[in-house]
């Protein structure tokens, strides 16, 4: 073979040798590409994209338990059909230049340790608080049930829904079956409901007249009237019977609606309004609302006597008592009631012993008896006064400014009833005297 000189190479073969022998050089001067230190950002992505390589490994060997979605995947590539790749999974594709891989766009993490999953609306399910429930039975089986174990027998059930007994026997089988469960005996003369079956009875009542009173009550609750009503009264407003003839009345004139009626003192009764969703405190103390999300109807002033039992060893000092003399006897007072607001201390003198009662009648009582001193309203007082019951006692220094009483009720509620109760109240209805005889000095009627 002849010598080839390399003066002798046509130009295109010299540019290209000496291309190829740079090469060779510059990959012997230089450290291969893979040994070479990577940046901080190209580190990243590389362990990014092992872990995307180690959690596409997992799925493939778990689809069914971890990825639902992807039994519908792994049936449609068994088919022949191609399917997108799940977020964040490693597709390893074919190409004429060698074998490459790809990520699937990765959406943000889910805050829980995983990533979270697209889905399209259709996919997308609304997280609920109640479930479909396990048994498929109707009210017309309830009644039938109730009608066959009213009256103990098939035919008569079956002549009432004008069915035939063969039709109301199998309905009764198929609730059992349903159920699982025995509801009835069943002999030749005689029909009685288990244990499980009495059970049934009251519960299936309960079902079918809440369903009679469902239409009812939603008509009710569109028309503005509320399902439920709370009052509170200030303990120095109630009076028993007049709150019985209150709720006889509302509940004459709002059938269905549940009507509860309770008992506060002092900052007890905005303590009910705020924290416990009473509809309307009545007697709340003050002229004006605590802050401007409340309604307040000023009802007047109560004023106090300050009294004894009129055998108490005081009476005979009456002349010459003074604030150490009225010191050494216990005062009977009423706790306030609050429990999240800032409960307002009664009238007592410093280092004068405390009695506690929960009401009024007790502390009437207790000073009828003679056990202490204390304020009464006015009104409560006189006639225990008129009577020789209790004494008046006027002790310099002894005082207790009139207190002013309300109606309050949130401005957050627009209801029939409660406009309905403050219409009583600022009329000045009859049936409202009751809660307002103890306010010695009654406000006028508002005009407006």
Same mark, same amino acid.
């Given at each position: ?9 046509p ?33 990243a992505?590389?362990v990014?994209? /092992? ?13 069914a ?18 399917t997108?790749p ?17 990520l699937?766009?990765t959406?943000?993490? /889910? ?15 609304p ?8 048994h ?15 009256h ?5 059930a ?21 159920? #699982?469960?025995?509801l009835i005996n ?30 009812r ?33 509302l509940?004459?004139?709002?059938? &269905? ?8 003192v ?15 405190g ?17 009802? &007047? ?22 604030? #150490? ?7 009977i ?7 999240h ?5 009664a ?5 004068? @012993? ?16 003679g ?18 019951r ?16 309300s109606?309050v009720?949130?401005?957050? @509620?627009?209801?029939?009833? /409660?406009?309905?109760?403050? /219409? ?15 306010i ?5 009627v508002?005009t407006?």
């Amino acid at each position: 073979m002849p010598e080839i000189l390399p003066g002798s190479l046509p130009d295109h073969h010299r540019r290209g040798a000496a291309t190829r022998a740079e090469a060779v050089v510059a990959a012997i001067e230089s450290p291969p590409k893979m040994f070479r230190p990577r940046s901080p950002a190209a580190h990243a992505d590389a362990v990014k994209a /092992d872990a995307a390589v180690t959690r596409a490994s997992r799925r493939d060997r778990e689809p069914a338990r971890r990825h639902p979605v992807a039994r519908a995947g792994t049936a449609a590539g068994g088919a022949g059909m191609r399917t997108a790749p799940a977020p964040g999974q490693a597709t390893m594709t074919r190409s004429p230049q060698g074998l490459s891989l790809a990520l699937a766009a990765t959406p943000p993490d /889910d805050g829980v340790g995983g990533t979270s999953v697209r889905t399209s609306p259709r996919e997308r399910r609304p997280m609920t608080s109640y479930s479909k429930p396990p048994h498929n039975f109707d009210l017309e089986t309830l009644y039938t049930f109730l009608l066959v174990v009213e009256h103990q027998s098939f035919s008569v059930a079956a002549e009432m829904m004008h069915k035939t007994t063969s039709a109301i026997s199998y309905r009764i089988k198929n609730l059992e079956e349903i159920l #699982d469960i025995k509801l009835i005996n069943r002999t030749t003369h005689s029909v009685t409901p288990t244990a499980a079956g009495l059970l049934l009875i009251e519960k299936a009542k309960y079902l079918l007249d809440w369903q009679q009173d469902l239409p009812r009550e939603l008509k009710k609750v569109a028309s503005g009237v509320e399902p439920s009503f709370t009052l509170v009264f200030n303990n120095l407003l109630y009076e028993s019977l007049g709150a019985a003839r209150l709720l006889v009345h509302l509940y004459e004139r709002f059938p &269905g609606t549940i009507f509860r009626i309770e008992r506060a003192v002092n900052m007890g009764v905005w303590d009910y309004v705020i924290h416990e969703n009473a509809h309307a405190g009545i007697g709340a103390p003050g002229l004006h609302a605590i802050d401007d999300t409340y309604h307040c109807l000023p009802l &007047g002033l109560i004023e106090w006597d300050f009294v004894c039992a009129a055998g108490h060893p005081l009476v005979r000092r009456a002349s010459t008592l003074t604030e #150490d003399d009225v010191r050494r006897c216990p005062v009977i007072n009423i706790e306030d009631t609050s429990r999240h607001l800032h409960k307002r201390q009664a009238w007592r003198l410093t280092g004068q @012993q405390e009695m506690l009662v929960p009401d009024m009648e007790t502390k009437i009582n207790a000073h009828l008896l003679g056990l202490g001193v204390g304020f009464l309203p006015k009104v409560v007082a006189q006639p225990h006064v008129e009577a020789g019951r209790l004494h008046r006692l006027n002790v310099p220094g002894v005082f207790r400014a009139p207190s002013p009483m309300s109606l309050v009720r949130p401005k957050n @509620q627009s209801g029939v009833i /409660d406009s309905y109760v403050h /219409d009583l109240f600022r009329q000045r209805h009859p049936l409202i005297q009751p809660f307002t005889q103890a306010i010695g000095n009654l406000f006028p009627v508002p005009t407006h």
